[in-house]
């Protein structure tokens, strides 16, 4: 017993060396858990982020529809007063302005598209209100001319316009306006034959005639009313009808910056400081004008109905005539990203046109690339894709959809199903910038605009029976058959 020695159990020390490495062990592996957890909710995010950004990158476009829910409802009625208000109206930054006249003057309002509901309201008098009686009656209410500048708006309250050029000058007032809150920033009565807006400015075209020469002229101002520029045009001779009208129809157009004056058996570019860059001859019984910044032409019909064999075409960038097969394509939906390119086709409600979708380079002229289709019946262009809708056969029983890459002519997809919709009839494409939809009779299918694949279709039946869906300035109309009326049933979708 002699040899027993006293041992001390060090239990404490062991658990208190030995517990906290298993402790550290399992934080580890939950920490890690965490962390993970987080990455992939944050890159959710992101992927979730971008999807929304993906489906919005066009939302600001003009014309573009609010998203389209799939069974949508009537947000707000369109009555007799605003129809009218509409039927000339433009929609910018989610603004509807748009107005009527009459002997009392103006009234200009402006409307949310997504709600109906007014924002603003300007009145005023006429430029001259002693013309108002020989051009309002009681069965015509004219509207306001009103055209986009950009983030702004211009609207004349007078007949003279872009849809009217007068004979002789006539006094005329033109208002700029913010479409947010009705601000007019500017009040202009001028002497003028016509005028026309673009991006930050608004042109006006008068004339006056010595003997057998008229000369015009032509002067810009500023959102606030303030000139930038006057340019008088060189004198040319007057052809002149027998009762005295002019011979050849005139047309002021402003596209991109450039301003177009067609009058006279001549055409006048100018650039954005108002200097002269091209004078061309042009012909009798023709369309001039700026389209997507370049100047286009095509015939009209023949005085006896029957289609002009004169061919379409366009003044390339570098100033020579390139005569087109088709027309210039019109184009419902443009975000501006091929402007280098000028469209044409055969289109089936203008039996002047013919020839199939192509493609020209518009500084050159060069053929870049043609679709064999027999005939376009509506077109749509974001990010440098042109979607169409199409004849595949000339005979008109077969329609499709599709893709394709502005510069290139690359098909991007096709389709020739939708559900729920046959591709029979009359059709016009529009976009949420989500969906391509088809719309027509009683009927609204839709194609995915990246894929084409056909996407579920809006779901009318509960709005009751549905004589036609539209879309125009970035809203989705429906005219339901309510008793006698069908109008009376006409509503904007949400």
Not at 114 to 121: E, H
Not at 350 to 363: I, K, M, R
Request: hydrophobic share 40%.
């Amino acid at each position: 017993m002699g040899g027993l020695r006293d041992v001390e159990l060090l239990e404490d020390e062991v658990a208190a060396t030995a517990l906290p490495r298993v402790r550290r062990r399992w934080w580890w592996v939950a920490g890690a858990i965490v962390v993970v957890g987080a990455l992939v909710l944050a890159g959710q995010v992101v992927l979730d982020r971008r999807h929304r950004e993906h489906e919005a990158r066009f939302d600001d476009v003009p014309g573009v529809l609010l998203p389209v829910p799939r069974r949508p409802q009537v947000v707000w009625a369109v009555d007799d007063d605003t129809r009218r208000s509409l039927a000339n109206s433009v929609e910018v930054g989610g603004v509807l302005v748009g107005g009527t006249l009459g002997e009392a003057g103006y009234s200009i309002s402006g409307t949310d598209r997504a709600t109906g509901k007014a924002r603003w309201t300007v009145t005023g008098p006429l430029g001259d209100p002693s013309e108002a009686a020989t051009w309002v009656t009681d069965d015509y209410t004219p509207t306001a001319q009103c055209v986009p500048m950009g983030t702004l708006v211009a609207c004349g309250v007078d007949e003279v316009g872009p849809r009217y050029i007068a004979n002789d000058p006539r006094s005329t007032r033109i208002l700029v306006l913010d479409p947010v809150d009705g601000t007019v920033l500017s009040d202009m009565v001028s002497t003028i034959r016509t005028w026309t807006a673009d991006d930050g400015k608004v042109v006006t075209a008068t004339s006056t005639t010595v003997g057998q020469n008229v000369t015009w002229t032509l002067t810009a101002h500023d959102p606030q009313g303030r000139q930038t520029w006057a340019r008088a045009l060189p004198p040319v001779y007057f052809f002149q009808n027998p009762d005295g009208s002019p011979a050849y129809s005139s047309r002021l157009s402003a596209d991109d910056g450039l301003v177009a004056l067609a009058a006279e058996g001549h055409l006048w570019l100018l650039d954005r400081g108002g200097a002269v860059t091209r004078s061309l001859r042009t012909q009798d019984r023709r369309f001039y004008g700026l389209d997507r910044g370049v100047v286009v032409s095509f015939p009209y019909a023949n005085e006896d109905g029957s289609p002009s064999s004169e061919p379409a075409g366009f003044v390339t960038r570098d100033g020579r005539w390139n005569p087109l097969a088709g027309i210039p394509l019109q184009i419902g939906v443009d975000d501006g990203s091929a402007d280098a390119v000028v469209l044409s086709a055969q289109r089936t409600d203008e039996p002047t046109s013919q020839g199939p979708l192509e493609a020209h380079d518009a500084t050159t002229g060069d053929l870049l690339w043609s679709h064999p289709a027999a005939a376009v019946d509506s077109a749509l262009l974001l990010d440098e894709t042109v979607y169409a809708l199409v004849l595949t056969r000339p005979d008109g029983d077969t329609q499709a959809v599709v893709a394709l890459d502005a510069r290139t002519g690359r098909e991007r997809w096709t389709s020739e199903a939708v559900r729920g919709i046959s591709l029979v009839g009359n059709l016009e494409l529009a976009t949420d910038g989500r969906a391509i939809y088809l719309l027509g009779p009683a009927v609204a299918g839709a194609l995915s605009l990246d894929d084409g694949r056909p996407a579920p279709s809006v779901d009318l039946a509960p709005l009751g029976p549905v004589n036609h869906v539209f879309a125009g300035d970035g809203l989705l109309r429906v005219v339901l058959d309510v008793g006698s009326k069908p109008d009376s049933g006409d509503g904007v979708l949400g």
